[in-house]
């Protein structure tokens, strides 16, 4: 068993280097961090450490998840390194740019929310991914996510999107979230058999004409937009929605509570289902 050190052969940031010395080092005489230790693990999670890149993950080949959110990442430099990543979150890190997370062809759950990121290209080949968070990004191209045909939850508020047509082919999909967006046709999401609960909050739509074909839909935030006519209308037509959110008092009468719960519970489910295999 080789031992890892703190210096340039080994890992070279000493507070990352006493953060994984104490979780996995071992030693009669004084702990020790060694590679066949760091083999073995699958869950690692380092927040609010400042690491800036990910050079140490060549220590850690057996990684499932990957928890380093609220960094300093400027570069994802080292995702080779684990081939069986699952699950990958890396929100709120300083990062603009995602080329490397085009290695992780295993990934099902990724989180890049908060980062500048434009550029969804290097996500387009990763066709087992089932949930997306890209929230508060800087995103207006959704096209390279159009052979994500597994996504089941997409989650991208706050951005600059305004065509939905890379929907056309994820019939899997239950929940989306584009609220805050430029978003005025929403013919695609009608196309869509399993959607269950969308949020459109702040966009730029003006009828919802169509979603009374979505019987199974239970829950619809449209607050924030410019919908035409009488709203009553809207009301007796959608009657079958059981949290439909027209306005303002709409929304703070329901408090979201459910929404948030929803997303909350499909990404526990996950983790459970990743944890037991």
Not at 158 to 187: C, P, T, W
């Amino acid at each position: 068993m080789a031992v890892i050190n703190n210096d340039e052969y080994g890992i070279q940031d000493p507070q990352l280097y006493e953060l994984l010395l104490d979780k996995f080092g071992n030693g009669m005489f004084g702990k020790k961090l060694r590679d066949e230790a760091l083999a073995e693990v699958k869950d690692l999670t380092i927040v609010n450490t400042q690491i800036s890149d990910l050079s140490f993950l060549r220590f850690f080949p057996n990684l499932v998840q990957l928890d380093v959110h609220s960094n300093e990442l400027v570069s994802l430099m080292g995702l080779g390194f684990v081939p069986q990543l699952r699950r990958l979150k890396i929100s709120d890190n300083p990062l603009m740019k995602i080329t490397s997370v085009r290695d992780c062809v295993s990934l099902e759950v990724l989180d890049i929310s908060g980062c500048a990121v434009s550029d969804l290209t290097p996500l387009s080949n990763l066709t087992n991914l089932k949930l997306l968070r890209a929230s508060n990004c800087n995103v207006s191209d959704m096209e390279p996510l159009s052979d994500l045909v597994k996504l089941e939850l997409l989650v991208a508020d706050h951005n600059h999107i305004n065509d939905l047509k890379f929907l056309r082919h994820m019939e899997a999909l239950s929940e989306v979230d584009f609220g805050y967006n430029q978003i005025e046709n929403v013919f695609s999401l009608l196309r869509l058999p399993m959607l269950t609960r969308i949020n459109l909050e702040y966009n730029a739509i003006d009828t919802l004409r169509g979603f009374q074909t979505m019987e199974d839909l239970c829950y619809l935030n449209v607050r924030g937009n410019r919908l035409s006519g009488d709203l009553n209308v809207w009301y007796d037509t959608l009657f079958f929605v059981e949290q439909l959110i027209l306005t303002e008092d709409d929304y703070h009468y329901q408090m979201d509570e459910d929404y948030e719960a929803s997303l909350y519970e499909y990404e526990h489910k996950e983790q459970q289902e990743g944890d037991s295999q």
